[in-house]
């Protein structure tokens, strides 16, 4: 299945049915994947202060690599969220900045970086409970079986 849609020409996109993200065929699945990815999120969320060059986004996401970075600006220049402007210099001066469809996911990249923020720590906690208490549920017997969920299985 071509789940890119290069293939369809300008009219027949407008005329695409209405959007349904539980069908599997539909574009809308796509857009899904890209708001998704960390690296997706904190560009938008650096970028909704206002435009800023390579080397800031580059500094201010911390962890992020060169090539990861300029992967994710172009998907977003492309997907239509980042405007890249060349300015004329020696060297050449580039500067990204979100475009008024980028703009418009800002509230939810705010709300979903504040989300993090805020419930991090409940979070962690419960992934440690649950580590602990899967750990406590598979515990050998005699060396060759062991016993989850109250069924003995072969180790």
Not at 2 to 27: E, G, M, W
Not at 64 to 93: F, I, N, W
Not at 114 to 128: G, Q, T
Request: glycine residues 6%.
């Amino acid at each position: 299945m071509d789940t890119t849609f290069n293939h369809l020409s300008r009219a027949q996109i407008v005329k695409l049915r209405p959007a349904d993200v539980y069908d599997d065929t539909c574009p809308s699945r796509g857009v899904i994947q890209m708001l998704a990815d960390k690296w997706t999120m904190l560009v938008v969320e650096s970028l909704s202060a206002g435009p800023m060059r390579f080397g800031e986004l580059r500094r201010q996401i911390n962890g992020v690599t060169q090539k990861m970075l300029t992967q994710t600006l172009r998907s977003l220049e492309r997907d239509g969220l980042v405007l890249r402007t060349v300015y004329p210099t020696a060297p050449p001066s580039v500067e990204y900045a979100l475009t008024p469809l980028g703009h418009s996911i800002t509230a939810i990249t705010r709300q979903m970086c504040d989300w993090a923020e805020d419930n991090m720590k409940p979070v962690l906690l419960s992934r440690r409970d649950y580590d602990a208490r899967i750990e406590r549920e598979v515990q050998p017997v005699s060396g060759k079986t062991t016993v989850r969920g109250g069924q003995r299985q072969r180790a």
